[in-house]
């Protein structure tokens, strides 16, 4: 299996600010991928993030939003960018172990924009 | 596009009670199903998954899930919960020619097992 950390667990923000969140795999993966998931609601794939290429973002989700980077087989982040109150939510990173044929997630990012 | 319905957001169950969570999707092709839990405080992680063969598939903890295709249902079941069950329960949906899973969640469903 992988094992996935992130950083920040958790960050209140106030509105107009960005947060960068990082998500670090133990080991080297192709597929890396960023959810969504607001109060309530289910998880929402914001973009797919590949390594050496931009990432490839989901109807509703824009790069100017949701700038994010891939340097390495390792690491991605994801940032929040112009944050209002509707940004609340927690953000996950996952990644596909080709081998296991199922995602791996992370315990997530709650953020609150006040 | 694809979509997963769970129609069961929150169910209360006494332990060694059965318990049956529904999850019917919409996509007609190639579809690989799961089934995530997230128990309070930690990731989400998988409990099983279909991607073809018998349509009964055993998971982690004595779950199973049944694959109808007729239906577009891949239903959990557990012949008698726990305590430690109590968790938020997630079916998801790939359609099998991505290339990689590019997962469609449902809403969840909350069980609270009371001891």
């Known amino acids: 299996s992988a094992v996935i950390s992130q950083k920040p667990s958790r960050d209140i923000c106030q509105r107009g600010t960005s947060l960068t969140i990082q998500c670090q795999v133990d080991s080297q993966v192709t597929m890396m991928f960023w959810y969504r998931q607001q109060p309530g609601q289910s998880l929402t794939l914001i973009a797919t993030?590949?390594?050496?290429?931009?990432?490839?973002?989901e109807s509703g989700f824009v790069i100017d939003k949701f700038p994010i980077s891939r340097p390495n087989l390792t690491f991605s982040t994801l940032t929040v960018s112009n944050m209002s109150p509707e940004d609340s939510s927690i953000y996950l990173c996952s990644v596909e172990a080709a081998a296991y044929n199922e995602q791996f997630f992370g315990p997530g990012t709650r953020l609150t924009v006040l | 596009a694809q979509s997963v319905s769970q129609h069961n957001h929150h169910v209360i169950l006494s332990e060694a009670a059965s318990l049956e969570l529904g999850c019917n999707y919409s996509y007609g092709g190639t579809v690989n199903l799961f089934w995530y839990v997230q128990y309070p405080g930690q990731h989400l992680q998988l409990l099983l998954k279909?991607?073809?063969?018998?349509?009964l598939v055993k998971g982690i903890k004595g779950f199973e899930a049944e694959f109808i295709k007729s239906k577009f249902s891949f239903n959990l079941r557990k012949p008698s919960v726990q305590w430690s069950d109590t968790a938020e329960y997630f079916c998801a949906v790939n359609a099998g020619n991505t290339g990689f899973q590019k997962l469609v969640f449902g809403t969840g469903t909350r069980l609270l097992v009371s001891p």
């Open positions: 993030a590949n390594q050496g290429s931009e990432a490839t973002y």
């Open positions: 279909y991607f073809s063969g018998d349509p």
